[in-house]
């Protein structure tokens, strides 16, 4: 597992007051992003290099005018897709939201993709990667600005986690704060890793019978202990 997944964590909270922990991509993580993007927005732009070197002086402008649009726009069209992350970040398997979780908007993709001039100075990103070691969510000065984070997607594996299981009655009876806890946790699988669905499910251990036990087993027995406490029985 990439050792930037278990650096930290932010919790936070959507408009539907549902909380949802996030994992903040490190310094690593997303210089290689930025870096596969540039070989990709360079090989892009000699194609159209080559296409416009036979239009003249047309071609010379019509390629200023793309290498602007490439320069300052082709992370906010990425960004504003369904993947929220551009061909760089999605091959490092980190993308953009907001603070709150949500799909990060226009206006806000716009804003930290603008102030990536003022994250350059004083040179090759130096606010950047100072403002990103500082600060536990690793955010530079356009995040900061646009409330944006740059975040790991969450594992196929822990969005399976539930489509198979069994409701499962608990093995003892639960207060309605131990109800609601198991709840939230299933409610929150899908956003978290396996390693660290495992740790949050071994401490419920107890309501499946499970009580000092740890590992994948026990998370789904967990798991469907929360699909019996919804009514699905």
């Not at 603070?99 to 806000?108: I, K, Q, R």
């Not at 530079?140 to 790991?152: F, M, P, W």
């Not at 608990?170 to 207060?175: D, F, G, N, S, T």
């Not at 609601?180 to 390693?195: E, G, N, Y």
């Amino acid at each position: 597992m990439n050792k930037d997944v278990l650096d930290t964590v932010v919790s936070a909270e959507t408009p539907e007051g549902i909380a949802i922990e996030l994992r903040p991509a490190g310094l690593s993580s997303r210089c290689y992003a930025y870096l596969l993007d540039m070989l990709i927005r360079f090989g892009l732009l000699y194609v159209i290099m080559v296409g416009t070197a036979l239009m003249g002086g047309f071609g010379m402008g019509l390629m200023l005018i793309l290498l602007f649009l490439f320069e300052w726009f082709y992370p906010v069209v990425f960004e504003l897709s369904r993947w929220g992350a551009t061909p760089g970040k999605r091959v490092l398997g980190i993308k953009v939201v907001m603070d709150n979780g949500l799909p990060v908007t226009p206006a806000a993709s716009i804003t930290r993709n603008l102030l990536r001039a003022a994250d350059f100075m004083p040179a090759l990103y130096g606010f950047a990667i100072v403002s990103m070691l500082i600060r536990r969510d690793f955010k530079r000065l356009g995040d900061i600005a646009a409330n944006t984070l740059v975040v790991y997607r969450a594992p196929a594996a822990a969005k399976s986690t539930l489509t198979d299981l069994e409701p499962l009655a608990p093995v003892v009876a639960l207060k309605p704060e131990d109800q609601a806890a198991i709840v939230a946790l299933a409610a929150r699988a899908s956003r978290l890793t396996p390693d660290r669905l495992d740790e949050l499910a071994a401490l419920a251990a107890w309501v499946s019978g499970d009580a000092g036990r740890s590992g994948p087993d026990v998370t789904r027995r967990v798991l469907a202990v929360a699909q019996w406490l919804l009514g699905k029985r």
